[in-house]
């Protein structure tokens, strides 16, 4: 991968741990911020890498996932923190990526980062 780099990220906790590799490095990227309602009330900031660039270090056990409206996108996440790690969508044409949540990596500056504000409220339904 050219111009890539990799960050290790967990929850509060510890118990949900992952490595994922971003290209371009999240300080070239615009990150999202959306204000439909999981996203709003569980402050995300989204990047969206490649689901075969993130590498998981923690028993499935470790996760859980919540579903709503269409259910096709489960969001993770901690079972004993309540983090919400990361999401992935489950419609053919989006399961090649991941949602993850730049506020569980390690090392970022979110004082630095380019956010593009995205309006989920008014978006149809997945």
Do not use: W
Not at 55 to 61: E, L, S
Not at 87 to 98: L, V
Not at 100 to 126: A, C, M, P, Q, Y
């Amino acid at each position: 991968m050219e111009n890539s780099q990799s960050y290790d990220g967990s929850c509060h906790c510890g118990q949900v741990k992952f490595t994922v590799k971003i290209s371009p490095p999240i300080s070239e990227q615009t990150v999202m911020q959306c204000n439909c309602s999981i996203c709003h009330v569980n402050g995300y900031l989204m990047i969206y890498p490649k689901t075969a660039d993130v590498t998981f270090h923690h028993a499935d056990d470790a996760v859980k996932e919540y579903r709503f409206a269409s259910k096709n996108v489960p969001h993770y996440f901690c079972t004993n923190c309540g983090t919400s790690v990361y999401g992935k969508a489950e419609i053919p044409e989006k399961r090649h990526i991941m949602a993850v949540n730049v506020r569980t990596l390690s090392g970022v500056d979110l004082k630095t980062l380019k956010i593009h504000e995205h309006d989920g409220r008014g978006e149809t339904k997945i």
